[in-house]
């Protein structure tokens, strides 16, 4: 009988020879499993324990489940181990999704210290006691996913009767019957769902923080484009004076006795124009420079005249005149493009100047083509822009019937006219010399008109 080498069991026999003298047999926690609370005769235990105690190992799992559904936490699970046999480990596991065994808590007798796995954050608190024949594991949970559907497994390690490791587990099924997989497939995706959110979180922050910038660089661009603005203004101003500088040389290099800046002694000083043309020049407006096209100051020429008469021109400097359009033409050609009218109306002086003018020759009927406005007086010659000029005898205008006629002039109409520089002579009504200064009004009966242009060849 003391072949057997066994810790357990020589135990076993020498608590059976303690006890030999009493009639009765108190239990070992050696056989706790088997003898709970009875009692047995000595011979009785002996044969018992030499015909089962080397084939069988008593080891005991108790694992439950507890739910608290009014506690902070929703529910515990426990497994508590009785072993015959020298434990070594107990542990327990999610076994809730199948394939996928995730360590919940662990205790060893050699480190009784329970440790839990840092990952799973389901678990709130787990507590543990171990000894060499006893242990005990608590974990608890916060969620119900995991107090009633999650499935479990407890472990234990002990060392058999041959001194080998050996284990014993015990499951613990779904509290709730339902499928766990899938429901363990819900959370995950709940949990997804819930990291996608804080995402989206910080996502709208990083948003606003853009949005913010935006509004910085918003601010910036602003700054700049002041910067901008004032460059062009800037470079708008020296190319004014660069065209200033280059037409004051076109006109001196040309011989021209018109030019801007030139010396002179009076507001109006006759030359003569290539071909023997007696011109007027305009010394003084704007700095002077200005080839006059029409004049009407005394009233002594008639302006009621056909187109030939407009082709070629008419009066002299001494007198009312207009130059003629074939001039005016060519004129515009050759960089003669700036542009200005100036009159008198009730004493009062007023001006309308352009950057931009050109006419077309005779086949376009002397289409006029003018912008670029700036004066002190409504811009009338914008209705004008893109028409062709019209006489009693040649209608080219918009309107049904002829505006020259109707207006007793000869001009650039529309359907009819916003101005009437060539119209009848100290007349006060619509036949007269007009210049509008409001859509609806119109200046009557000017005293005094002068057209005119200047070198600004870019
Ligand atoms: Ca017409």
Known sequence: ?????????????????????????????????????????????????????????????????????????????????????????????????????????????????????????????????????????????????????????????????????????????????????????????????????????????????????????????????????????????????MNSTLAVDHDKKNGSLCYRGMPHKSPREKFVLPGNIQALCDTESDGGGWIVLQRRVRGDVVFYRGWGDYKRGFGTPDTDFWIGNDLIHDLTSQGYNEFRVDFVHSNREYFAQYTNFTIGDELSGYLIRIGGYSGNVFDAMNYHNGYKFSTFDRDNDLSGSNCAVLFHGAWWYNACQYSNLNGAWAVANTTGISWRFSVNDSLMNLSFTEIKVRYNKR
């Open 1 to 241: 009988m003391f072949q057997f080498r066994h810790q357990g069991f020589v135990h076993c026999i020498f608590t059976l020879r303690e006890d030999s003298q009493n009639t009765t047999f108190k239990p070992n926690p050696l056989f706790v499993c088997w003898l709970k609370k009875k009692t047995m005769t000595l011979q009785t235990v002996c044969v018992f324990v030499f015909v089962v105690l080397v084939a069988v190992q008593c080891q005991v799992l108790d694992f439950t489940r507890q739910l608290t559904p009014d506690d902070f936490y929703c529910g515990r699970i426990q497994c508590v181990a009785n072993s015959s046999q020298s434990i070594i480990n107990m542990a327990i596991y999610d076994t809730t999704e199948k394939g996928n065994s995730v360590k919940l808590a662990f205790i060893s007798v050699f480190a009784p210290i329970v440790s839990v796995d840092p990952s799973n954050v389901n678990v709130i608190n787990v507590t543990g006691t171990i000894s060499k024949y006893n242990g005990v594991l608590n974990v608890w949970f916060s969620r119900d996913f995991d107090c009633l559907y999650g499935a479990y497994q407890c472990e234990l390690e002990f060392v058999n009767i041959n001194g080998q490791p050996d284990a014993v587990r015990e499951n613990l099924a779904p509290a709730a019957q339902i499928n766990a997989t899938l429901l363990y497939s819900l959370v995950k995706i709940d949990s997804q769902l819930t990291n996608t959110n804080t995402q989206l979180e910080g996502l709208k922050i990083d948003s606003e923080a853009l949005k913010k910038d935006n509004e910085v660089l918003k601010q910036d661009n602003k700054g700049l484009k002041t910067v901008l603005d004032s460059v062009l203004v800037e470079l708008s101003s020296i190319k004014g004076i």
